[in-house]
């Protein structure tokens, strides 16, 4: 999802990582706070003391969003639900579950435990802002505490906006999927808040372009737009989960898919191979041994000039568990090995040999041709 995340550190098994769009909203939170809101809170300093004031204000954000995603992340592993990976990147921050809650006690219990941690932070942050202040702490160490209590009370209650995929969308979900016992209709009518609530942000952002307040115009219509996508895409996500369920590799792979010679040119896999057939990618095989792959990728990293001179053999990507899998695997484990290679086309080898491809066209193509009934999808007894 985050391909250019960067690790900065491990918490309780946790890879914390941090999307190089997050120095975005790092930088304009520090600029915002340090030219406007410390100012306006706390007149009469120097700029270089609302700069410090504004740049520790920006980490305990940072700290507050990570704790925000650590509640999820705890709640989650204790529940059984698999999480690795948290990324804070532009839009605030993410725990990355590898595996869909079972059930909407699981579902609601995740959801709620970040605006809890964010709702709890924000009256601590005011508490002891209030003990600093009855202590007698410079008025700027008050300044930034209540700035934090206030941003974590803002976080809490924005997450709990019943707008999927926000915390509070997925409770929503949580609490139809209770009722109906139908996962993907819970996840359909949370989707379509979310995509209402995108929708709202956006026009809002619109609306303060034109009141000339481009700032938060912009950023309303980007937040407005990450939440439309991001509650149709979870809504996709769902529909596929439950049109693929029980389905494994061998029941969608090609059976018998174009393969070529090491002995091939370049330039004959291009015009004799490629472009005939509109394919883009071919295992290559000699005397029925699979040996590896070739792609219009490994053309274009050659001279086309070489082309001609240039076979097959010299240059096709030998055999990894990158672009292998095996026959018997479920879908989702297939979307995993998409999402975590980013390959569109997998090998299907067993024992060594090859028994087909399977491509994210065969997979797509799939999901048009299966009809889902309003009850489709996982159920809770």
Known sequence: MFSNAVKICTINNFEIRVDPSWLIIAGLV???LSQGYFPDALPGRTGSVY?????????????SLLLHELAHSVVARRLGVPI????????????????????????????IAGPVMSAGLGVGFWTLSLIV???GAAAASVAVLSYLALVNIVLA??????????????????????????????TKAASRSGAFFGYLLMALGVLALFQGNVLAGIWYVLIGAFVLVAARSSYAMQRAQAAFEGTSVAALMCRTPVT????????????????????????VMEDGVLLGHIDRSVL???????????????????????????????????????RKTNRRKILVVQDHHLLGVITLS??????????LSPSSGPRTS
């Open 30 to 32: 520090t600029w915002s």
């Open 51 to 63: 700069l410090v004031m504004a740049v520790v204000a920006m980490l305990g954000l940072f700290a």
């Open 84 to 111: 690795k990976t948290i990324t804070l990147f532009l839009f605030g921050g993410v725990a990355e579950l590898e595996a869909e809650p079972k059930s909407a006690r699981t579902e609601f219990w995740i959801a």
């Open 133 to 135: 202040a009855f202590g």
């Open 157 to 186: 209650l924005f997450n709990l906006v019943p707008a999927f995929p926000l915390d509070g969308g997925r409770i929503l979900r949580a609490y139809l999927w209770h009722r109906t016992g139908d996962a993907l209709a819970a």
């Open 260 to 283: 070529v010679s090491p002995q091939v040119t370049l330039s004959e896999l291009l015009h004799q191979v490629f472009l005939p057939r509109n394919i883009s990618f071919a295992p």
């Open 300 to 338: 274009s990293r050659i001279d086309q000039e070489n082309w001609v001179t240039t076979r097959v053999g010299d240059v096709f990507v030998g055999l990894n568990d990158q672009v292998m899998i095996g026959p018997d695997v479920g879908i989702d484990a297939l979307f995993e090995t998409i």
């Open 362 to 371: 065969d997979l797509t193509r799939h999901l048009s041709l299966t009809p």
